[in-house]
């Protein structure tokens, strides 16, 4: 289990076990935001497949505002029940120019993904990929 290494621990060359894993909410209300090991397997995979591929190409750094979240985390801050979030598939990330542009790149690179949903006024794209089955590659614009 992720508790017994460093939160700095790199998941690939730009991502780190803290950035997705951490959680203000989940530390502010004492919440153990901790995978198991299935969910663990699944953020790699979300981080190899998808966000560090996606950052190569982007070619700036991207921030993870949200990645995993436990269950009781996921209800706290208004997510449904089906959050890929919950299953370590899903990360809201942010760049520090326009979160379209990342949108952009991660079309034309073809890369693999099961939601995109660009959040235009807040300034961020949710990203998921299907640890297991097809990857829809839906794209929303909210």
Same mark, same amino acid.
């Given at each position: 289990?992720?508790?017994?290494?460093?939160?700095?621990?790199?998941i690939?060359?730009?991502?780190?076990?803290?950035?997705?894993?951490n959680?203000?909410?989940?530390?502010? !209300?004492?919440?153990?935001?901790?995978?198991?090991?299935?969910t663990?397997?699944?953020?790699?995979?979300?981080?190899?497949?998808?966000?560090?591929?996606?950052?190569?190409?982007?070619?700036?750094?991207?921030?993870?505002?949200?990645?995993?979240?436990?269950?009781?985390?996921?209800?706290?801050?208004?997510?449904?029940?089906?959050?890929? !979030?919950?299953?370590?598939?899903?990360?809201?990330?942010?760049?520090?120019?326009?979160?379209?542009?990342?949108?952009?790149?991660?079309?034309? !690179?073809?890369?693999?993904?099961?939601?995109a949903?660009?959040?235009?006024?807040?300034?961020?794209?949710?990203?998921?990929?299907?640890?297991?089955?097809?990857?829809?590659?839906?794209?929303?614009?909210?």
């Amino acid at each position: 289990m992720i508790k017994n290494i460093r939160p700095r621990y790199p998941i690939s060359r730009d991502f780190t076990w803290d950035e997705m894993l951490n959680s203000a909410t989940a530390n502010k !209300h004492g919440i153990d935001n901790v995978p198991d090991e299935k969910t663990e397997e699944a953020i790699v995979g979300l981080v190899k497949r998808l966000l560090q591929p996606l950052r190569l190409a982007y070619g700036q750094p991207i921030r993870i505002s949200s990645g995993y979240r436990c269950p009781q985390l996921n209800k706290l801050v208004g997510g449904v029940a089906s959050s890929q !979030h919950v299953k370590g598939e899903a990360a809201d990330c942010v760049v520090n120019d326009n979160a379209s542009k990342l949108l952009g790149v991660l079309l034309a !690179h073809e890369l693999p993904f099961d939601q995109a949903i660009l959040y235009k006024k807040q300034n961020f794209l949710h990203l998921s990929i299907r640890n297991i089955g097809t990857n829809r590659r839906m794209v929303l614009i909210k």
